[in-house]
C-alpha cells in the first residue's frame, strides 16, 4: 500500500484485495477521500478480478418510438405533447421501417424507451414486439424500463408480472434499467413524482429475474442528489441483486450511471444550473460503484452522458462496459448532451485498445461473439 496517502482507507483496501463487501459507512468514506489514486486503484483491482483487462461493447441500435409522453419529469427535455410539432408516434410497422433504414450488419441489439403514450393500446406494445422479432430475428429486442412496463400494467389492467411475461412471450429478450432515477423520496418527489415508485421499480426487476430475463439498472446523478443519497440507491440494487442470483441464479447485468444534462428541462432551469457534472465527479461516481457493487458483473460508462474521451479514461476507474455503436440517440442529446449520435464499431474497438484493454463484442446476455487483442498499431499509438 505504498500509494495509499489516506490512511482512513487501509481497511477499505484489506477488504477489497479480499474481494470482501463494504459496509455503507465505508462506501461514504469512498465519496469524501480526497485520496484518487487510491479511489482508481482500488476500482480498477475489483474490475480487474471480475474481467481482467477485458472491456464490453455491442453493436447495437437505439430506437424511441415516440416522444410523446404524459408523466412530466422535471429533468426530462425529450417528452412532447402529442400536439407539439416536433412530437413523434410510430406504428408497429412503422417502427419495423425505422429499423429497416437504419440497419447494419452485425448489429445484435435493439434497445428501445420512450415515452407513457396516453392513447396506445395494450396490444400495441406487444404487437410492435412480435412484429420486430418476425421481421428481424437476429435482433435481441431490449425494451421497456420499469417505469414503462407499470404504464403497461395499468393500461392493459394486468399484473407487471403477467405483462412481463406476455412481452417475453412476444420476443422480449431484456429490458433496460432506465426510470430508476434516484430512489430516495425526497428526490423522487422533486424530479419524477408521476413516474413508477422505487419499491414498484425494484419489485419489476425482481418479476423479471424470476422470468430468467435480464435487467439493467440506472441512477440519475448530479441534480439535486446528496451523495448519502446515490449511495442508497447503490444500496438497495445491491440487496435486490442478492435476492435474485439466490432465488434466479442471476438478476442484473450491469450498473450504469447517467449523468443530468442540464439544458432544456425544467429543474435546471429552476435551479439556475448549466454546467454539466464534472469529470471528477464522472470518474468517482463510477468507481465507487465498481467497488461498493461487488454483486454487479459489470458497470457501465454510458459514453453518450459523458462523452467518449472520458468514458476512455474511465476504463482505469472500474468501468468493464461502454455500451453500444447506437445508430441514434435522441434522449440525452434532448437535454444537452454533446457526443456524436453514434460510433461505429471499429471506433468503439479503437477507443479500448488505446486505453491498453481488450475489447469484447458481446450482445444482449452478454454472450461473448468476439474478441479484439492489442495490436501493433495500437501499442505504437499509446
Not at 409522453?69 to 413523434?88: D, L
Given at each position: 500500500?505504498?500509494w495509499?496517502?489516506?490512511p482512513?482507507?487501509?481497511?477499505i483496501?484489506?477488504?477489497?484485495e479480499?474481494g470482501?463487501?463494504l459496509?455503507f ?9 480526497r ?16 474481467h481482467?483487462d477485458?472491456v464490453?461493447f455491442?453493436?447495437?441500435?437505439r ?5 410523446i ?20 408516434d410510430?406504428s408497429?410497422e412503422?417502427v419495423?421501417e ?10 445484435t441489439e ?5 415515452g407513457?403514450?396516453?392513447?396506445h393500446k395494450?396490444?400495441y406494445?406487444?404487437e410492435?414486439v ?6 428481424f ?6 425494451a421497456?424500463?420499469?417505469?414503462e ?7 392493459s ?11 417475453q ?7 433496460p434499467?432506465?426510470g430508476?432515477?434516484i430512489f ?10 408521476n ?9 419489476i ?17 448530479g441534480?439535486i ?14 440487496t ?6 439466490a432465488r434466479?441464479g442471476?438478476g442484473?447485468?450491469?450498473?450504469i450511471?447517467?449523468?443530468?444534462q ?6 435546471a432551469?429552476?435551479l439556475?444550473?448549466t454546467?454539466?457534472?464534472t469529470?471528477?465527479?464522472d ?6 460503484a ?10 457501465k ?6 462523452g ?12 468493464s462496459?461502454i455500451d ?19 460510433l ?5 474497438i479503437r477507443?479500448?485498445q ?11 446476455y ?6 479484439f487483442p ?8 499509446d
Open positions: 500500500m505504498k495509499l496517502s489516506d482512513a482507507l487501509a481497511p483496501v484489506e477488504k477489497v479480499a470482501e463487501r459496509t459507512a465505508e462506501g461514504m468514506q469512498l465519496y469524501d477521500t485520496d484518487l489514486n487510491t479511489l482508481m486503484r482500488l476500482a480498477n483491482l475489483r474490475k480487474q478480478q471480475l481482467g477485458r464490453y455491442v453493436h447495437s441500435m430506437l424511441e418510438f415516440t416522444n409522453c404524459y408523466v412530466g419529469c422535471t429533468f426530462c427535455a425529450f417528452a412532447a405533447h402529442k400536439n407539439e410539432e416536433r412530437a413523434w410510430y408497429p412503422q419495423a425505422q429499423v429497416r433504414r437504419r440497419y447494419l450488419p452485425g448489429i435493439l434497445h428501445m424507451s420512450s407513457h403514450h396516453p392513447n395494450w396490444e406494445y406487444p410492435m412480435r412484429g420486430l422479432r418476425e421481421a430475428p437476429d435482433l435481441q429486442v431490449k421497456f424500463t420499469a417505469a412496463i407499470e404504464h403497461l400494467s395499468r393500461i389492467k394486468k399484473p407487471t408480472l403477467d405483462v412481463l411475461r406476455e412481452l412471450a412476444a420476443g422480449l429478450a431484456a429490458m434499467g432506465g430508476a432515477e430516495a423520496d425526497r428526490v423522487r418527489r422533486q424530479v419524477a413524482k413516474k413508477v415508485k422505487a419499491e414498484k421499480w425494484l419489485q426487476h425482481s418479476e423479471a429475474h424470476s422470468l430468467g430475463m435480464r435487467t439493467n439498472a440506472t441512477m440519475l446523478y441534480h442528489e446528496t451523495l448519502e443519497e446515490r449511495l442508497d440507491h447503490m444500496d438497495r440494487l445491491r435486490l441483486q442478492d435476492d435474485s442470483v434466479f442471476g442484473f447485468h450491469a450498473f450511471p447517467l449523468a443530468f442540464p439544458l432544456g428541462n425544467t429543474l432551469q429552476n439556475g444550473k454546467d454539466f457534472t469529470g471528477l465527479d470518474l468517482r461516481n463510477l468507481a465507487v465498481r467497488i461498493y457493487l461487488d454483486n454487479f458483473p459489470h458497470i460508462g454510458y459514453w453518450v452522458m459523458i467518449s474521451e472520458l468514458t476512455q479514461v474511465s476504463l482505469d476507474w472500474g468501468v462496459d453500444g455503436t447506437i445508430q441514434e440517440e435522441h434522449i440525452a442529446h434532448a437535454a444537452g448532451a454533446t457526443s456524436p449520435m453514434k461505429s464499431e471499429q471506433g468503439m477507443m479500448i488505446h486505453a491498453g484493454r481488450t475489447p469484447v463484442l458481446r450482445d444482449a452478454y454472450n461473448e461473439l468476439a474478441t492489442r495490436t501493433p498499431a495500437t501499442e505504437a499509438a
